[in-house]
């Protein structure tokens, strides 16, 4: 009874029509969970509570963020790159690591300096170079590995879900990243274009 009731509510869940609605949720709860595990690991010698903003902020920005975009990410690669022969769970993994890997990471520190702290123009450009490249970095020696088995094991509505799952580790290392290496060093983005205009968009 209890297995049928779980087979109907996966199949549900993961079905065409929800799919996005899931693998967001997903997204938003685990990269959550994450931070707070970084949190406890941080504050484990002392008594603190958590910081709410500081988990509600990374469940949006890392983990909303990349919940959309590796949806259809995962969508589109499945299209144009069909089966599961070696040549192209390759050449998935190639072009996730190149074309999508620094995309989404850009993306999730823009919502999160850009649109929820506000940053400016310079902080942001910093931010995008020194904590990006070090996500970057860790993401070829942490993600080839988990995508092969992504795309040569499971069935596309998954991959998400197991994404998420398996990046909780690196979900923590990014909110240790983020919120415990405090002070980076600031570009300087002298070199950008001056019209007035251009920065006033910039600092937004």
């Given amino acids: 009874m209890l297995g049928q009731l779980v087979s109907r509510l996966s199949s549900q869940l993961f079905s065409p029509r929800l799919l996005l609605v899931?693998?967001?949720?997903?997204?938003?709860?685990?990269?959550?969970?994450?931070?707070?595990i970084q949190?406890?690991?941080?504050?484990?010698?002392?008594?603190?509570?958590?910081?709410?903003?500081?988990?509600?902020?990374m469940s949006t920005s890392f983990g909303l963020t990349s919940g959309v975009l590796c949806h259809?990410?995962?969508?589109?690669?499945?299209?144009?790159?069909?089966?599961?022969?070696?040549?192209?769970?390759?050449?998935?993994?190639?072009?996730?690591?190149?074309?999508?890997?620094?995309?989404c990471?850009?993306?999730?520190?823009?919502?999160?300096?850009?649109?929820?702290?506000?940053?400016?123009?310079?902080?942001?450009?910093?931010?995008?170079?020194?904590?990006?490249?070090?996500?970057?970095?860790?993401?070829?020696l942490f993600w080839p590995p988990a995508q092969f088995v992504n795309f040569y094991l499971l069935p596309p509505r998954f991959r998400v879900l197991y994404d998420n799952l398996v990046s909780l580790v690196y979900d923590?290392?990014?909110?240790?990243l983020k919120y415990k290496i405090e002070h980076w060093d600031t570009v300087k983005i002298d070199n950008l274009p001056s019209s007035r205009h251009y920065r006033l968009v910039l600092d937004l």
Avoid: M
């Fill in 105 to 140: 990471i850009a993306a999730c520190i823009l919502v999160s300096g850009g649109i929820l702290e506000r940053q400016t123009a310079s902080q942001l450009v910093t931010e995008t170079i020194q904590l990006g490249g070090r996500l970057y970095i860790a993401e070829w």
């Fill in 172 to 176: 923590t290392y990014t909110s240790h």
């Fill in 22 to 36: 899931t693998n967001t949720t997903i997204s938003f709860g685990l990269s959550g969970l994450g931070d707070l």
């Fill in 39 to 57: 949190q406890k690991i941080e504050t484990r010698k002392q008594v603190s509570s958590v910081n709410w903003s500081r988990t509600l902020h």
């Fill in 72 to 103: 259809f990410w995962y969508s589109y690669l499945d299209r144009i790159l069909p089966g599961r022969g070696i040549r192209t769970i390759v050449t998935k993994i190639a072009w996730d690591q190149i074309l999508f890997s620094p995309v």
